[in-house]
């Protein structure tokens, strides 16, 4: 168990992830999440875990896995918790062309929806973070004439700059806002049951809303050593869409590194740590917002099952 001497407590590997109206936590044996319903009562959803597989803890073999079924498990919760917010509202608010759909083609709509947002969202972020960047740095190779370093540099910086106003224009949705709220929530909570404090919505205003190991952290790292490992695999600018390509070939090697990295700031508190978390923390400043308390009662909610029976089970 690492101690965090700022705070006399310990480093936990419980984790979360912001819903809609509601907090995931996930720990050790116990998933769970909590929604706020628009009656004002929280749901509360639990449920086991699957043993984790040999390969979810070999070092750089288990980045990839556990980042996708993160990914799948928190698209079903986020999902999930979009319906469990409109419980109850009334039907008046359905428009006519979501009534005309779910008629036409009844228990099959969500899963359509579910497939076309998923392969939406996945061409946003090739389209996004590759190939715009890509085409924004031969564009300007054009006209001064750079290494290939210097290149890659650039489309890195890039890829920051579209990342970082992709998140700030975001925040400018009211829902969107809300979940950043959410999130700060979950951050929040996380960080009083580190500190070794009871749970309570007064003890965990106290905290900061910003942890190193975070989703938006675990982001920034991907595309920072994005730029490194293109370098080091020597990915030539030659062809457009066959530099891509490659880059989507060497995505698992980024995120295996970016992985370890993460858990690693996560684990220790140090220098090296620090250094690492720091452009992460910042960028949550925009990514999580300060929390009301019934957000927080949602987060704590959430939490509270993901805590093990077994006395230091959850602790690095």
Not at 53 to 69: M, S
Not at 154 to 179: C, H, N, P, S, W
Not at 305 to 311: A, L
Request: charged residues 25%.
């Amino acid at each position: 168990m690492s101690k965090d001497k700022n705070k006399g407590g310990f480093k936990t590997q419980i984790g979360g992830q912001a819903l809609i109206e509601g907090v995931m936590m996930r720990g050790p044996k116990v998933q769970a999440m909590a929604v706020r319903l628009p009656n004002g009562e929280i749901d509360l959803e639990q449920w086991n875990l699957k043993p984790a597989r040999w390969y979810n803890k070999i070092p750089f073999i288990r980045g990839p896995f556990n980042f996708v079924g993160s990914m799948v498990s928190g698209y079903k919760c986020l999902t999930k918790s979009a319906d469990k917010s409109m419980q109850g509202v009334e039907e008046e608010a359905t428009s006519k062309f979501d009534k005309w759909l779910t008629e036409k083609i009844g228990d099959k709509l969500m899963p359509i929806v579910t497939v076309v947002s998923s392969v939406l969202g996945v061409v946003l972020a090739l389209g996004l973070f590759i190939l715009i960047p890509a085409t924004v740095t031969k564009m300007i190779s054009k006209f001064v004439e750079l290494p290939d370093i210097a290149k890659n540099i650039i489309e890195g910086v890039i890829k920051m700059a579209v990342f970082i106003f992709y998140i700030g224009l975001t925040a400018l949705l009211k829902d969107i806002r809300r979940t950043y709220e959410y999130h700060g929530a979950e951050h929040k909570t996380i960080a009083c049951y580190e500190a070794g404090e009871e749970l309570t919505v007064e003890n965990v205003k106290k905290h900061r809303r910003f942890h190193p190991r975070c989703g938006t952290s675990f982001m920034f790292l991907v595309l920072f050593i994005s730029i490194f490992l293109t370098s080091a695999f020597r990915i030539q600018w030659g062809n457009l869409w066959l530099r891509v390509l490659l880059k989507l070939c060497i995505l698992p090697v980024i995120v295996s590194v970016a992985y370890e990295l993460i858990k690693l700031a996560g684990r220790y508190d140090n220098i090296l740590t620090k250094i690492i978390s720091a452009p992460g923390l910042w960028i949550q400043r925009l990514t999580t917002r300060e929390p009301d308390d019934s957000q927080i009662e949602c987060a704590i909610a959430a939490f509270m099952p993901c805590i093990p029976e077994e006395k230091g089970l959850d602790k690095w």
